[in-house]
């Protein structure tokens, strides 16, 4: 394992609580398990945890006892731990640490309506429930200094792996044979896993965004092939993400021209990434290149987002979006073009938002 910065966990529940009165709680019962990892070093798949403005409850089941306590101790977590037996038994001691207290929030994205009307008529039947919205997420969207050092490293990764692979795109491979070899490299090279189900879109296939390997041969067109490779690694939880377009025999004169506008697309939106900048601002800049170009109408998905415990955390780089970066977040900028008849272009990095503008995390070559 390398040696990276240490993460900031002890200091996440008494950020969260500071923002318990702007939320109008006493309370908030955080349920969503990529939130109680985030705010507690806890990586099972069950548990509760209710923050107070004093205090702080985490509740999981027999599965995770030792788990729990060798987890929370090691992160520095000042929380008291209920080991409950079911699902009543932990609901009793959420009930027993939330007494009292007159206003609970609960994760309003997270809690399904049983599980609200279970709060507000047996665990929680004296208080006021608030339902509030993103509280952790935007917590969250900042990273610290060993945040950023498990996303580079995750990027180091998924750059280790194309480039022990890339000249296979030759090889008469699958798309689904590329993917496996992809995945395997970033397996050797220390990944836990894929940050998501890898693409790989070749000929008319790269035009679907979100495309799904097949048994298609790459290289089987032809002409020129653009190939789109979205892929990333997971290291101790964070996530990488990285896009190239690759080409397979010689481009036609349009492909070329695809490549070329999204390379200067994406260029241009990294070059406006910097801290109090509007995510509407840096997507629009994106979009102006590719609509100057002519292919506005086949620019189909959002500009970006935010990386880290989950693929797409906040911010969001869209043109409906309402975020301002701000300096420790992580994003993708990742503008594309995509015509059925030649292909998909898409050209995505990884960046850390700074003062003076942004520092890459994906480093791979684009030819």
Known sequence: ?????????????????????????????????????????????????????????????????????????????????????????AMAALRSAGRGLARIG?????????????????????AHLVPTDGVVLRQRAV?????????????????????DVRHRLHDGLTERQFRRELE????????????????????????????????????????????????????DGYHSDMTRTLVVGEASETQQRMLDVVRRSQAAGVAAVRAGTRCVDVDRTCREVIDDAGWGDAFIHGTGHGIGLVIHEEPRLSSVSNDVLAPGQCVTVEPGVYLPEHGGVRVEDSVVVTAAGCRHLTRSPYE
């Open 1 to 89: 394992m390398p040696e990276l910065a240490p993460l900031d966990i002890a200091g996440r529940i008494p950020r969260l609580r500071e923002q318990l009165p702007v939320e109008g709680c006493d309370a908030l019962v955080v349920t969503d398990v990529v939130n109680i990892r985030y705010l507690t070093g806890f990586t099972g798949s069950a548990g509760w945890l209710l923050v107070t403005t004093d205090g702080a409850t985490f509740v999981t089941d027999g599965r995770y006892r030792d788990q729990a306590a060798e987890q929370l101790e090691g992160a520095g977590v000042d929380a008291q731990r209920v080991i409950a037996t079911d699902q009543g038994a």
């Open 106 to 126: 609960l994760e309003a994205d997270d809690v399904s309506w049983s599980q609200q009307r279970r709060f507000a008529h047996d665990t929680f039947s004296w």
């Open 143 to 163: 990273k610290d200094e060993g945040e950023i050092a498990r996303l580079e490293h995750a990027a180091s990764i998924a750059d280790a792996a194309l480039a």
């Open 184 to 235: 395997d490299a970033m397996a050797d090279h220390g990944a836990d896993a894929p940050s998501f189900e890898t693409i790989v879109g070749s000929g008319p296939n790269g035009a679907k965004p979100h495309a799904r390997p097949t048994d298609r041969v790459i290289g089987s067109s032809s002409g020129g092939e653009l190939v789109v490779l979205d892929f990333g690694a997971t290291y």
